[in-house]
């Protein structure tokens, strides 16, 4: 199975940016053939789509993310990243990586095998 490890998470505050990065356990080969998504889980709250890019490097966002998050994957070292400007204390909670099948749709939870242990983010005021 793929082993996806995030880091980069943090606190900082309102406007602040954080860079997250999702390393798989095996290079050249994973980020290529996989559909690869951030998800992020509030206390309290179901697990949400942030924002997701498929085996040929199209992207898609949720509404929230637009124009402040970009998704971007160096298929090279097998690292996604997720590059978040312009943080909101709503942004805050536990951000994973997700890795599943190249048909997958990116917001599709229950479509996705493979998940890192999450970084948490926490966006102060």
């Known amino acids: 199975q793929v082993h996806l490890v995030e880091s980069g998470g943090g606190s900082v505050q309102a406007g602040g940016s954080l860079r997250l990065s999702c390393a798989a356990s095996e290079y050249t080969y994973t980020y290529k053939t996989y559909t690869m998504s951030w998800f992020r889980q509030a206390p309290g709250n179901e697990r949400e789509g942030v924002a997701g890019i498929y085996k040929d490097g199209l992207t898609d966002y949720a509404e929230t993310a637009k124009g402040r998050f970009t998704i971007s994957k160096d298929t090279l070292k097998d690292t996604l990243y997720l590059q978040m400007n312009n943080l909101k204390p709503e942004d805050t909670g536990t951000y994973y990586c997700?890795?599943?099948?190249?048909?997958?749709?990116?917001?599709?939870?229950?479509?996705?095998?493979?998940w890192g242990q999450g970084t948490q983010v926490t966006v102060s005021s």
């Open positions: 997700a890795a599943g099948p190249a048909e997958v749709g990116w917001w599709d939870i229950g479509g996705y095998p493979y």
